[in-house]
Nanobody, 124 residues
Framework: QVQLVESGGGYVQAGGSLRLSCAAS????????MGWFRQAPGKERDFVAA????????AYADAVKGRFTISRDNAKNTVYLQMNSLKPENTAVYYC?????????????????WGQGTQVTVSS
């Protein structure tokens, strides 16, 4: 069973950047498809980005395409989310998730492992 720990969240002004990291332990990280989701207060958890085990395939929510980049380093058991040109509406708790599914999924229900989340706050 894999454990996930996110870091890198914080407070940033609109237009700024943050890089989130998610460190995995307890499992074969390189076998998992990894995803990032976010949840704003009073809203559902939404898909942000996902990456296949080999980094050969990625997927992004339309709202973040061109601004966010997901990547992974299987040697370090870590997945990253580089977030540029941040907007106030990007404020949320960001969660890292893992799934055994080889196909990239945008559905939170298909991810079996989750981190505790890291807060990202973007001021206007």
């Amino acid at each position: 069973q894999v454990q996930l720990v996110e870091s890198g969240g914080g407070y940033v002004q609109a237009g700024g950047s943050l890089r989130l990291s998610c460190a995995a332990s307890g499992g074969t990280f390189s076998r998992y498809t990894m995803g990032w989701f976010r949840q704003a207060p009073g809203k559902e958890r939404d898909f942000v980005a996902a990456i296949s085990w080999s980094s050969g395939r990625t997927a992004y929510a339309d709202a973040v395409k061109g601004r966010f980049t997901i990547s992974r380093d299987n040697a370090k058991n870590t997945v990253y989310l580089q977030m540029n040109s941040l907007k106030p509406e990007n404020t949320a708790v960001y969660y890292c998730a893992a799934t055994w599914r080889t196909a990239i999924s945008t559905l939170a229900s298909e991810y079996g492992y989750w981190g505790q989340g890291t807060q990202v706050t973007v001021s206007s």
